[in-house]
């Protein structure tokens, strides 16, 4: 088996676990992820935005950070370009795969984010995340300067991989990860 087959056999398995969750638990994590942004927050980074996502389908909601810190969310393009957009609440578009995304007018450079939020399907000890596909987180961070702002996984403890997952030469491993459960950054 090829590993576009192996990884595709994984998204499947962990997607099916992911629809199990329950609200609390999802919730739960949310909270996790506030208490980790809170205990490292200083005064200096309130300049710097925060990377998150638009939550698709039982994806873990982050964008009630906004009340406190400033955000940024994905913008995909075509190429696999990613970037990262300043998020104001204002009128959103959709972007190449139909997300909701701020204009691209409002791109950010690395220089302006200082910790980005990916959701996952899983990820496992070797902090290796298992995505939807498309490769644009990994293709952001092959530039060393995305690379090193701090990029952790959000999901739900039981789509933490007991096992190594299928691993392409292009995956990039995460900064940590952040489940219901535990704060592993």
Known sequence: MIISEKKNCERKSFKDLRNKNSAIKIKNVEINVKKYIDSIFRKDLKKKYIGIYWPLENEVDLRTLGDKYLLALPRCEKNKKLLFCAWDKKQLSHDLHGILAPYSSNKLSYEKICMIFVPCLSVDRNLIRLGYGGGYFDKLREDKNWRAIPCIGVLT??????????????DIPLSGFITEKEILV
């Open 157 to 170: 403890s039981n789509c933490v991989s007991h096992q190594l997952l299928t691993r392409a030469d292009w």
